[in-house]
């Protein structure tokens, strides 16, 4: 079963930018749908954006044009450049894979936190 441990949150101030990235334990991240959620306080865990293995990508309405996932299957990670953050954007940030053959995003990482001030 695949391990995910993201890094790279930490605290900036609107307009900032930040990159999250998201270890693999395996290299599995070119055949699973991979993707970012993120959850406020007090509020449900939303999906973000999401890289399919074909590569294509999709994002969350309140996120597109500021966000990009990316991946790098050579070093089994894969990112989330996030620029022009707002302070709604704070939040836990968490990466997920979900498997070929699979209906859910079954492996998540543990979360990395970004606040936006």
């Not at 270890?23 to 959620?37: G, Q």
């Not at 954006?49 to 990316?70: E, L, Q, W």
């Amino acid at each position: 079963h695949v391990q995910l441990v993201e890094s790279g949150g930490g605290s900036v101030e609107a307009g900032g930018s930040l990159r999250l990235s998201c270890a693999a334990s395996d290299n599995t991240i070119s055949s699973n749908w991979m993707a970012w959620f993120r959850q406020a306080p007090g509020k449900e865990r939303d999906w973000v954006a999401v890289i399919f293995p074909g590569g294509t990508t999709t994002y969350a309405a309140s996120v597109k044009g500021r966000f990009t996932i990316s991946r790098d299957t050579a070093k089994n990670t894969v990112y989330l450049q996030m620029n022009s953050l707002k302070p709604e954007d704070t939040a836990m940030y968490y990466c997920a894979a979900r498997p070929k053959n699979t209906r859910d995003f079954g492996y998540w990482g543990q979360g990395t936190q970004v606040t936006v001030s």
